[in-house]
């Protein structure tokens, strides 16, 4: 155990630290001599959550820096030698808790940069098409489909999405997860800087967005996104 590859420490039933291997020590910085709760190295392995935990528990800690899985098992005392040389036992309550700490960041950083990767499928409908153009000169109607094309096509560029026109009024547009979150906290602002185009026609101009995401494969992300615009 003191060579072990993988963090470990053995915990009271109260938290308190009875000893650690070298790599726990490292992993968390501190001395062989810490002898204080498990609580002031991750705040939400109290003393509360050992006494309920079972006989072996996983929890997840993450934060800014790094992502660790702290795996919990039991060890009850008649499973422990009378002579032990690596822990003073003595007095403690019915059971210790060997603590194993995993480091996911690395493994999290990947899981979500795939996630990140994976394409979306949205459609995007002009839905007074038929209205608007109905209310300018048919000399502008040409100019007006234009200037609607481009608005789309560059939102959508700009989150390295393509655009390829469907109908006169329907448009299909693939681009990455890791973009539909930026989308959100710009409310689309598509939607609004469409209605700004305006060249004499009566109506402002109105979209449509339905977005496919979290399907398993784009013919899935397809159907979501038509369900999305219904």
């Not at 001599?33 to 109290?46: A, C, E, G, M, R």
């Not at 209205?131 to 048919?138: A, F, T, W």
Request: glycine share 4%.
């Amino acid at each position: 155990l003191h060579e072990f590859e993988i963090p470990y420490a053995l915990l009271e039933r109260s938290g308190k630290i009875l000893w650690m291997n070298e790599k726990f020590s490292e992993k968390m910085d501190i001395n062989k001599n810490y002898h204080k709760s498990i609580t002031t190295l991750f705040p939400t392995v109290t003393r509360e959550f050992l006494a309920k935990s079972e006989d072996v528990s996983d929890l997840r800690i993450e934060n800014d820096d790094c992502v660790v899985r702290l795996m919990l098992n039991r060890i009850y005392f008649d499973s422990v030698a009378d002579e032990n040389e690596i822990i003073d036992a003595e007095g403690a309550d019915e059971f210790l808790t060997a603590l194993y700490v995993f480091d996911e960041t690395e493994l999290h950083s990947y899981k979500k940069e795939i996630e990140e990767q994976k394409q979306v499928c949205s459609l995007v409908y002009i839905d007074n098409y038929d209205e608007v153009l109905n209310s300018i000169d048919p000399t502008r109607r040409t100019l007006l489909v234009a200037l609607i094309d481009r608005k789309i096509n560059k939102y959508f560029t700009q989150y390295d999405g393509i655009v390829r026109k469907l109908e006169n009024d329907k448009y299909f547009v693939m681009f990455k997860t890791k973009y539909v979150s930026k989308m959100q906290t710009n409310k689309f602002a598509i939607l609004d800087e469409v209605k700004t185009v305006n060249i004499g026609n009566g109506l402002p101009i109105t979209l449509s967005i339905g977005i496919g995401v979290g399907g398993n494969g784009l013919v899935a992300n397809y159907e979501i996104a038509r369900a999305a615009i219904d």
